[in-house]
Structures are given as C-alpha cells and as structure tokens.
C-alpha cells in the first residue's frame, strides 16, 4: 500500500451539501471505503501465516497438502478469523497477527 497515497485519500475530506468539510479523523467505521481499506491493509496476512504453518518439507508454501494444525485463514470484507486445532497455536497465530498488524501501524484498542 502507498502510504503516501493512503494519507492523501484519508485526509481528502468529504462533501456535504456541496460543501468540502475536512476530515478530522480517518474513515467511519461501516463506510463504503472501510472495507477496501482493510482489505488492502489485510493483503499478506494470509502469507505472513501460511509461511509459518504451511511449509512442506522441501521450504515451499503448500496451502493444499501441508497443514497440520489444521490453520485456516478466512476473510470477508473487513474481518478475518483464523481457526487452529489447539489453543497454543491459536495464541501463536495471534502473535503472528498481531506483528504483522503492528508493522502497519495499527494496534488494539480497549
């Protein structure tokens, strides 16, 4: 993602009632760019983890034929769920997610 481009779409503001009003702070949660914006920021997190949990024996990511820690990656819009058959590979899985997110600036709030 170009950053640069990125904070000139953020900061662009909004019309209403023909009139530009500047943006104060990001984009509104449920708005029609939310979900573009989270697919682009979420771009990779499925690699970022299969490239963990999902190397054969010769190094290679094989999605298809190499997972047994039965990892799954799902995303719809702007969410995502990660299943694992235990409890301890679902908390490294979070780990892994929470690096790859921290990496892009975003973190967890509350």
Partial sequence: MD???????LKAGFV???????TKAGTPQGGIISPI???MTLDGMEKAIASK????????IDKTRFNPEKVHFARYADDFIVTATSKETAKDIAEV?????AERGLERFG
């Fill in 3 to 9: 950053k640069s481009i990125l904070t000139q779409f």
């Fill in 53 to 60: 949990y999902h190397v054969g024996n010769n190094g290679v």
């Fill in 37 to 39: 914006l989270a697919n």
């Fill in 16 to 22: 209403y009632n023909r009139h530009l009003n500047p």
């Fill in 97 to 101: 997610v929470k690096g790859f997110l």
